[in-house]
């Protein structure tokens, strides 16, 4: 399989940090994180922090941004304490939040703090974005790059692509990506989409366990923003519910939502649009990386998404 990480082992990461720092760091250690960042844990005179090392150095610039724009609103964000390049290296530095990951513990013990995630993912659903403008990535000024959320989407998936997708569309022909299949997903999916809100909420983008922290009573942290965007908030949802169904999350946001007066119009063809987002970018995500396994995986789950329907 192929690795997207920038390459990094702990003792190079270690050299690294005390030279950003210009000081002795101790308790270097690596965390298991995402599939596009390498990241490490330390400590700096009894402190822990968290260092991300990414091939883009915008996406840090962006993490400024949000940090500086809703931490102070209720949102458990690490606070963004440096970033930079060096020897060609980005990196950005945050405080270590205390806990876990969700997805360490047993789930018996996630139910127990599911209210509390409810509680956190309706403070950033409420959080005003009208100092910004537009849809889809926000940028480190702060503003979307589309005019609609279906232009967003639909660019999300098209063929002509910068970074990381770059020639993308070449994987219907060297690797296990099925065009036929594909393409009929996204047809089903661009429909569904017709039914979103014309209102901008703030999305995580990749709201799911492996990015939450708990002490076990409350959620200490949300991480890894690097996906943030201005759309439609049932996104985040539907990453929830495409990984974790049996949790059953976004019915309980629903249903406390209600309890609130408040309704989710276009609640089920909504879900299963941003379901089918995630299922089709785990798709083309997982034959580049030539994960057959994954691929195969995610593909069930779509097609079990589609016979409910």
Known sequence: MTSFKPEMDTNT?????????NDSVSDVQSIDYGELSKVFSYKHHDKGYV???NSNGERFEKDQYLY???????????????S???????????EKAPG???VSLPESEIKMILPDLI??????AQVPVVQSEKYGWIESSGNGTYSSWIEFIDSFFGEEQTGFWNHWYTLFESSFLEREFFEGIYTTMIDLAKCSPKERYLVHGDFHLGNMLTDGDSVTAIIDWEMAMYGDFMFDLGTMHFWT????????VRDAWVRDGRQIPHFEERLLCAMLIKGLDGLRFFAKKDDKDAYDSVKSKIISLMVKT
């Open 13 to 21: 990461a270690h050299v690294f940090i005390q030279k950003v720092l």
């Open 51 to 53: 260092i991300h090392f």
């Open 68 to 82: 500086k724009s809703f931490s102070s609103q209720g949102l458990p964000m690490p606070r963004i304490v440096e």
């Open 84 to 94: 930079g390049k060096v020897d060609d290296i980005h990196f950005s530095i945050a």
């Open 100 to 102: 876990q990951v969700f």
């Open 119 to 124: 509680n956190k993912f309706t403070k950033m």
């Open 245 to 252: 169904p049996q949790l059953q999350f976004p019915q309980m």
